[in-house]
């Protein structure tokens, strides 16, 4: 079936640092990528997407490229701040018999430091 | 808009307790889901509906109820209490023209003793 790894967490950084979160996915067909950000104590929220190979999704600085070469969807982010300190899903697109199901990986906890 | 709404944010029951956790979202989304986010397990579906009236199984179902009477309101019932349902329960909701961009309530942390 589907399925998302992500690196292990947790992440430290500093404030400014350069960020990335590896994902990669295993899939039937060409499913959608997306990376969902949870706040402490909050719902997850839609980050970014992409819907097709080498789209690249962007938001709030962070950036990610769909590569069906590598199965991969890595997050990247140029100089973090205190505020993105969250946990961060990579998930897919799972289609069938009307679901519209998103695969998730495990989560990666980011925190931030000044 | 208030987007998606759940009750109650915490919740402790006793093994064989049965309870409701209710959902609502003001979007006139069609497709309403309930997810779980164990640690380190990332959130599985438990069960989802594409519209009023039609509802179906997830990954985790076992369980769980869930029924669908109107577009707005998605609850989920658990039937007899388990310490193995000790979990954070979301629901989410999207619409049709992008229903894997989902938005999450707040969350419900249950724990069963």
């Known amino acids: 079936g589907d399925s998302v790894t992500q690196m292990e967490g947790p992440v430290t950084l500093s404030e400014e640092a350069f960020l990335t979160i590896n994902c990669t996915y295993t899939a039937t067909g060409y499913p959608s990528l997306f990376w969902y950000v949870q706040y402490p104590g909050e719902g997850l929220q839609l980050l970014l997407k992409?819907?097709?190979?080498?789209d690249k999704g962007s938001n709030k600085g962070f950036e990610a490229t769909y590569r069906k070469e590598t199965t991969s969807f890595h997050l990247e982010k140029g100089s973090v701040q205190v505020s993105d300190s969250a946990v961060y899903f990579c998930a897919l697109s799972t289609s069938g018999a009307g679901s519209y199901q998103l695969t998730f990986g495990k989560g990666t906890k980011l925190s931030v430091i000044p | 808009n208030a987007g998606v709404t759940q009750t109650p944010k915490f919740q402790v029951l006793k093994t064989g307790q049965s309870m409701t956790l209710q959902c609502a979202q003001d979007?006139?989304?069609?497709?309403m889901s309930w997810y779980r986010q164990d640690p380190g397990m990332g959130l599985r579906l438990i069960h989802y509906?594409?519209?009023?009236?039609?509802?179906d199984q997830g990954e985790v179902p076992n369980g769980y109820n869930v029924s669908r009477s109107t577009t707005e309101d998605f609850p989920l019932r658990l039937l007899s209490a388990a310490p193995s349902q000790t979990s954070v329960y979301f629901c989410?909701?999207?619409?049709?023209?992008?229903?894997?961009?989902?938005?999450f309530g707040p969350g419900t942390r249950l724990t069963v003793t």
């Open positions: 979007m006139n989304h069609e497709y």
């Open positions: 509906s594409v519209g009023a009236g039609i509802t």
């Open positions: 992409a819907t097709k190979a080498d």
């Open positions: 989410a909701s999207s619409n049709d023209r992008a229903p894997y961009e989902q938005y």
